[in-house]
């Protein structure tokens, strides 16, 4: 996906983890605004992956990520923009996708 999306990653140990439910409600409400900027979401739960064909082994191994939550935003340059332990606010994801310098190109 590098140079044609973002990508999010939002890790968690299973799907009944509460930070993963919390982000997910955030990605739906913020979804609508959205649709422009390019983003794949890739979630990793446990040992599956879904919006991506890698392994989860691999993406946890290349990533860094911890066994509880995680959530990183990559650039599409491919370099981590954002990490944290916490769900990303909607507002966060949005201010650090419009200042990257190839979202302000494609606004032009």
Same mark, same amino acid.
């Given at each position: 996906?590098?140079?044609?999306?973002?990508?999010?990653?939002?890790?968690?140990?299973?799907?009944?983890?509460?930070?993963?439910?919390?982000?997910?409600?955030?990605?739906?409400?913020?979804?609508?605004? %959205?649709?422009?900027?390019?983003?794949? !979401?890739?979630?990793?739960? =446990?040992?599956?992956? +879904?919006? &991506?064909?890698?392994?989860? *082994?691999?993406?946890?191994?290349?990533?860094?990520?911890? %066994?509880?939550?995680?959530?990183?935003? !990559?650039?599409?340059?491919? =370099?981590?923009?954002? +990490?944290? &332990?916490?769900?990303?606010? *909607?507002?966060?994801?949005?201010?650090?996708?419009?200042?990257?310098?190839?979202?302000?190109?494609?606004?032009?």
């Amino acid at each position: 996906m590098k140079w044609e999306r973002r990508v999010l990653i939002v890790a968690a140990p299973s799907e009944q983890d509460t930070l993963l439910a919390e982000q997910r409600r955030i990605l739906v409400s913020w979804k609508a605004n %959205s649709d422009d900027r390019d983003l794949t !979401i890739v979630e990793v739960i =446990g040992d599956r992956v +879904r919006g &991506a064909g890698d392994t989860a *082994a691999s993406i946890r191994r290349k990533y860094r990520l911890p %066994s509880p939550f995680t959530a990183i935003l !990559i650039g599409k340059d491919g =370099g981590e923009k954002l +990490r944290s &332990a916490k769900p990303f606010p *909607a507002a966060v994801l949005e201010q650090t996708i419009d200042a990257m310098p190839m979202r302000r190109a494609g606004q032009r």
